[in-house]
């Protein structure tokens, strides 16, 4: 009975296996996916060395991979059974050896927190499967004809183990490689910022040419194309090496396939059923992705180092850089965290240490010395196909009469490790190429509906009208102010105006929505204080409500206020909400330093008080006579004069977005910085045509009260000072 029992329960497990079957192809079929995804990427962005985006190294594909490697991690399924399953199990060793190949780059894009985390991780699944392989091999070496255990088991174990080594290798080296990349990149910006003050001589950012401007930003540029991590990474000589193991494994699956035939088989034959052919399928076309996409970035790394090969000797080729093994040296002899006692047991710990380290020091040499070798001679070999191929494309030019020279010269803020041969003149050039069509397709988004508004400041009138200090506080005191916060909050009053058209308001949400995500980006660079940040943040929940559900607060601006006979009705009562909201707050409070301090103050506290303070400004100041459309211009030239002397301030933000200190996202805010040099290219010249005295950060005097800075004092063509509450960090 038990084993009639056994039986049942084994064969109800067993026609399970097929469902199995089917999420080991879809992980293999997820894998794959995403490696196409990166090719498709690379070759859109003419990036041959393709970055990695959505195959980078991390716990969720780390997952998806150790799913896709079921079958060779499994030890119930006999691998004679069927053909199918012996194809499955060695293709799927050697598409992760591929696999780990292609993830090379994607360290560049980690901390080295993360890089231990991932390495360790992909470490023990290869290591896990390699011992299950092994295990396989050591029980089923009586029915497995020696050769082929040997050929079509070891090998492709092997070979996988390898690819392992050459990234573990390379991943070491990422805290060097950044800490050498960050130093130059200082060295570099300073020297920048040098000739920026040069060009500049003692003139503003806002009376900068575009060109002139294109031209300074175009250093940054190519220092974050050249100083990429990813690209570094991807060019070093044991990624190099590591895609040429590819090739290795690719053919080994393809002398597999050929040994055992395509021989098609029932699906009964094997426990996955028809999935296991799936696997196969898909995990080919996975690894002929991958083996293109590696032999593509061989291909790069080479040729950037034939026109070194030519003038360099082998034996300077092969020198040994410092930063190869620089952080075993630390590692090894560092003793902080070790416990020092009187102890002949630490004693042999630290020996042990030291031997390990010294040993992996010896492997890391030995790797970087053959994949070395290994890139030169394979330079020597492209070498004259390169040669005939640059001597063509000259040519090519010269007929046509197309000059493809840039103006100046940007060599020299290539980022480039020792060792690491010059970059060929025309990749530094498509890499400007690059830039200039990041700001054509700027061009092609420009703000149309905020151009129309900036068109109706005329003065800089409107920017010391909404705030007037003869307003007794609600509080202690009042919160800084920002140009969004007063943008949202005079945005919210014109909308409650009444018998204001629905196009009207359509027409002003959408000029607001263009302007605020301009200005957003001004005072994100110009900010660095807390209060100035939190009070941004309140504009933006604020904002977020206003344009979704047209409400301030809950209050329904389209609404509340249809009993209001006119515009002045209207502002009131606004105003006394806010004083009520502020008042309420002040009651409620029991703790001085939280009202005290505007930073702890809750989103509609702020706000209520900016509305408060801004209604009963436009109150103080308004006629009589003015009916509700003269009120709406009057707030129209307002908020387009605010977010006028906001943006004047474009010029400064965007080049100062080219400063990113973070290695990792430098390259993403220059694209940002270039892609915004383009789309704002209207904006800045219409805001510039206009004479405005501008609230540049070269020109402005802070008035400073209590270490927190308030506003700049204009002086216009000698008339009295303009006392602004604009928070501005200079």
Sequence with gaps: MDYDFDSAVQKQLDEAMPWVGLYIAAANAVC????????????????????????????????????????????????IKSQTDAIAKFAS????????????????????????????????????????????????????????????????????????????????????????????IEEKQKAALEEEEVMLCGEPHYNLKIDDQRRHMMKYWVMAESGNPQFVMSRSVVCTASSMICWFSYIIIILVHILYGTKA???????????????????????????????????????FRCSATSSNCFKKEVNMEDYWIQTLNEWRDSFSG??????????????????VLTFCIGLQIFVVLVSKILVFFSAMIVSPFQFCFSHIKKLGRHASGSD???????????????????????????????????????RKKQPSSLVSLLQKSINFNGVGQFNNRQIPSLLFQDPPDCWTMQVVTLTSIAIALPNIELHQRKQLLSSVTEGLSLAKIVEKTLYTRAQPKNIGKVASVTWAELLLYSKWLGIDLTRAFLSCKNSKEVIQELANKAEGIVMEFKREVRDPIVEENPINWPVKVVAANSMYRICQSILVSSSIEETTEEML?????????????????LPYAITKMCHQNSIEKRENSVHEAFLLLGKTEKVVELVRQQQRPFLDHDRCVVLQHDGVALAPTLDDEGSSEKHLDIIVDC
């Design 32 to 79: 794959t996916l995403a490696i196409a995804a990166d090719a498709i990427n690379g070759f859109r962005q003419k990036k041959l060395w393709f970055p990695c985006k959505c195959t980078s190294l991390n716990a969720a594909s780390l997952t998806v991979l150790a799913v896709a490697m079921k079958l060779p991690m499994d030890l119930n399924t006999v691998m």
């Design 93 to 184: 060793i050697s598409f992760l050896s591929t696999t780990v190949s292609n993830f090379m780059p994607s360290l560049g894009s980690m901390n080295d927190k993360e890089v231990l985390a991932n390495v360790v991780g992909l470490g023990i699944l290869v290591i896990t499967i390699i011992g299950n392989v092994g295990i396989q091999i050591v029980e089923l070496q009586h029915f497995l004809k020696r050769g082929n255990v040997i050929g079509d088991i070891m090998f492709p174990s092997i070979l996988m183990l390898v690819s392992l080594t050459t990234f573990i290798s390379l991943a070491v080296t990422v805290p060097t490689t950044k800490r050498g990349l960050k130093s130059m």
């Design 265 to 303: 088989i029932a699906p009964g034959e094997s426990p996955y059923g028809i999935y296991t052919k799936w696997i196969v399928n898909i995990q080919s076309i996975g690894m002929f992705i991958t083996v293109s996409v590696a032999m593509l970035r061989w291909l790069t790394a080479v040729m």
């Design 338 to 355: 070790v416990q020092i006692e009187v102890n002949r047991w630490w004693k042999y710990v630290l020996d042990v240490k030291w031997c």
């Design 404 to 442: 493809t020279s840039t103006d100046f010269d940007l060599s020299r803020y290539v980022l480039l490790l020792d060792g690491e041969a010059e970059l060929p003149i025309g990749f530094v050039k498509s890499m400007c190429r690059k830039a200039d069509n990041m700001i054509q397709t700027g």
């Design 633 to 649: 211009d009057r707030l129209t030239v307002m908020i387009a004069d605010i977010l006028a002397a906001c943006l004047s301030n």
